[in-house]
């Protein structure tokens, strides 16, 4: 199925040599991908690099197919991460991708990767987002990958940089016989640009013309002693031979003169920052130009470090900053240490002026930056502070002029979204019986229900770990356990983590699990459940969750659609009433709406166009029998349900008012219900293409009502 890309951006994909690409960075990194000649691409969807693998999803048929690229979609990052061995036993290029919290997924593999070393470049193309914007745990690659002596490329933003550093690093990997690991930033992957591109490369084995058999070297096996040799190799010869590449090839960049005084370094999507901060300043011009006083080292690579080229740009500097993002500050320990142990007493500053902690944004760099400068040039001091402080002062009038603080909109379930009702009726049976269960849950929409108006996330921790988050909770605390799972968090490693764990230890609990058929928080991905692969070839396997819970013996299995909100209850209510002190399990069936509704519109829209009778369903809330009291909306929070004002000037309260979004599952209706019974819901159909006869009695109703109402 199409993922994100249209046929016209995915046929840019063949471009060559001086023809242009214009596409968001998951595009411009596989178009670099294909550059190098890769043999397989792999990986977990995850953000910030789900569009790569919604990109290489898009392009199977139409591009890699033709170059002989065996294309997948892992089962979990680990899966991933063992696939780069092709590259270790064969001279093949390959590249897999996850996101920055998937490195710790994919860890026990990558170390064996690494260790040994691949003989074709193997890249891993990391989702890096210390800035948490689609990630539950702040964290950095790169304390991850130093203690594996993997490399890690951090481009600055810029699409044509981007596509270089893609090529690079498969050089940068095969020259130091390392793993390099490409971090793709938001800012990055997510912004559109044109570049101008190369020409593809065809890889020498791939799977149209095969390598007849894997290179046998027992002194590559990772077992001692070749384990001892690999990692005295690794430091000794591997590493250096990485850094002589990146200085040949000049992967990193300096900006300004090298021989101004005033120093500045920095990494990734965080030197554009550093020069906007500098051109509000008046240090810098739009295009990136600096002061005459100013040089900028751009590390594009953050590990290793090139000790020589650091020396060089810093040891004649007045003073030097540096712009490092986050901790562990390992990049500022490095340079301190380098300059102690050479004597180079340059005044050396990060962290004591940059804020040590959290993304770097303009409005925590500016004011440090601008101190910086000011006491460096104190003849443009009174400027510098003046605009610094000006930036300042224009944000707190800006708060000042919102009448009252924004509403916060926390993401919530979509409109229809069958996880919801199971939701609302655990929040209504609470309320009822005033028993709290605690919910560990996983990682993916249903971890929402951490959020209002559910707050029933107790613990949200790791994916594929919820329900193994409780076994200790479930033996020592009396409260009774419900875990929450998703299809793709179970078949990514829950299966494994939670119920092979939670059934061999004979943990006493109800899990729930939210079958949506598909891995919908990242954007809809396919999973073993959903049926084809990623790249629209059959599945080999029967992923028949209830069957897999009953062969592993649960005596307790029940099956329920959730939009049946009676039905749902009743076995919810069963399998919490089971006494037997084990795993129970509940599945709650029904597809992601946002899927079903991709399938559902356009052939709504097609029987439309061609005069055939269709019905869609909408729910409404009759504005004169509304009370006000909202029970529909308390344990609900559906998008399109929202308030208006009682158009009855005697009720003072909002009325609850459905719009055109809805999808016309019913929930609110059946919460409202479930909550107290509420006569103002109705369910209205919407005919198009009515029959003749549906026509006319919607006349004759028509001219029937009005002398009805006056009679
Ligand atoms: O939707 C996302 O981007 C996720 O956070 C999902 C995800 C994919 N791989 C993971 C590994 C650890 C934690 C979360 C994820």
């Not at 193994?468 to 409260?479: H, K, Y």
């Not at 029967?542 to 592993?552: C, D, Q």
């Amino acid at each position: 199925m199409s993922h994100a890309f249209n046929t016209s951006e995915i046929d840019q994909l063949e471009h060559t040599s001086g023809q242009t690409l214009y596409g968001d960075g998951a595009l411009v990194v596989l178009k670099g991908l294909l550059e190098a000649g890769i043999s397989y691409f792999g990986g977990y969807p995850g953000a910030p690099t789900a569009n790569l693998i919604d990109a290489a999803a898009d392009a199977y048929e139409p591009v890699l197919k033709k170059y002989g690229v065996y294309v997948e979609s892992s089962a979990n990052e680990m899966s991933a991460a063992a696939m780069c061995t092709a590259s270790v036993f064969a001279p093949v290029r390959g590249a897999v991708t996850w996101k920055v919290l998937g490195n710790g997924v994919s860890t026990d593999v990558v170390d064996h990767v690494s260790q040994i070393g691949p003989l074709g470049g193997c890249v891993l193309v990391v989702g890096e987002d210390y800035g948490v914007s689609s990630t539950t745990v702040a964290q950095r690659t790169l304390p991850w990958a130093m203690k594996s002596g993997i490399i890690v490329v951090d481009p600055r933003a810029d699409q044509q940089l981007l596509l270089r550093m893609t090529r690079e690093s498969f050089e940068l990997s095969e020259a130091s016989t390392s793993v390099v690991a490409l971090l793709l930033r938001p800012q990055l992957s997510h912004a559109n640009a044109q570049v101008t591109v190369g020409d593809n490369r065809i890889g020498q084995y791939n799977v149209i013309s095969k390598l007849k058999e894997g290179i046998k070297d027992p002194a590559r096996y990772p077992l001692p002693p070749n384990t001892q040799r690999q990692e005295l190799e690794r430091y000794r010869d591997r590493l250096p031979k990485a850094r002589e590449y990146i200085v040949q090839h000049g992967l990193n960049e300096i900006f300004g003169a090298p021989d101004a005084p005033i120093g500045i370094i920095t990494h990734g999507t965080v030197f554009n920052t550093v020069m906007r901060v500098l051109a509000n300043l008046g240090l810098a011009d739009e295009d990136g130009v600096t002061d005459p006083a100013i040089s900028v080292l751009q590390l594009n690579v953050v590990y290793p470090l090139c000790d020589e080229q650091i020396i060089d740009f810093i040891k004649d500097k007045r003073e030097v900053l540096l712009v490092e993002e986050g901790q562990p500050d390992l990049m500022e320990q490095q340079i301190r240490a380098l300059l102690h142990q050479r004597g180079i007493a340059t005044p050396f500053h990060g962290h004591d002026l940059i804020p040590g902690v959290g993304e770097l944004v303009p409005g925590r760099v500016l004011p440090a930056l601008a101190q910086f400068m000011a006491r460096l040039l104190p003849d443009r001091a009174e400027a510098i502070s003046a605009t610094a402080n000006g930036y300042v002062e224009r944000q707190k009038l800006a708060a000042t002029l919102f009448p009252k603080p924004v509403t916060p909109r926390p993401p919530t379930f979509c409109t229809g979204c069958p996880e919801r009702p199971v939701f609302s009726m655990m929040k209504i049976n609470e309320m009822l019986t005033g028993q709290k269960d605690w919910h560990a849950t996983d990682v993916g929409c249903y971890g929402m229900a951490g959020l209002a108006p559910f707050h029933m996330a107790d613990s949200n921790i790791g994916m594929g770990g919820g329900l193994a988050a409780a076994t200790a909770l479930s033996a020592i605390s009396e409260q009774k356990n419900v875990s929450v799972v998703g299809d793709g968090t179970l078949w990514h490693s829950a299966l494994n983590t939670c119920v092979v764990n939670g059934l061999y230890n004979k943990q006493d609990a109800t899990y729930l699990v939210l079958d949506n058929k598909w891995t919908a928080m990242t954007g809809a991905h396919e999973n073993p459940n959903s049926g084809p692969q990623l790249t629209g070839q059959a599945s080999g396997g029967v992923f028949n969750i209830e069957r897999t819970f009953k062969g592993l013996g649960v005596k307790h299995v029940e099956k329920a659609n959730p939009y049946n909100f009676r039905d749902f209850q009743k076995k919810l209510k069963k399998i919490q009433a089971d006494p037997d002190p084990q795993l129970r399990v509940l599945i709650s069936e029904a597809e992601c709406q946002l899927q079903r509704q991709r399938t559902v519109k356009p052939m709504r829209a097609k029987a439309i166009a061609e005069g055939k009778r269709t019905e869609v369903e909408r729910l409404g809330v009759d504005e004169e029998v509304c009370v006000g009291d909202h029970s529909c909306m308390r344990v609900n929070g559906c998008p399109s349900l929202t308030l208006e004002e009682s158009p009855n000037t005697l009720k003072t309260a909002p009325v609850a008012a459905i719009d055109t979004t809805c999808v016309g599952c019913g929930v609110c209706g059946e919460i409202a219900h479930a909550a107290q019974l509420c006569p103002s819901f109705h369910k209205v159909t919407v005919v198009r293409n009515a029959s003749r006869f549906e026509r006319f009695m919607q006349r004759l109703s028509e001219r029937l009502l009005p002398a009805l109402r006056a009679a």
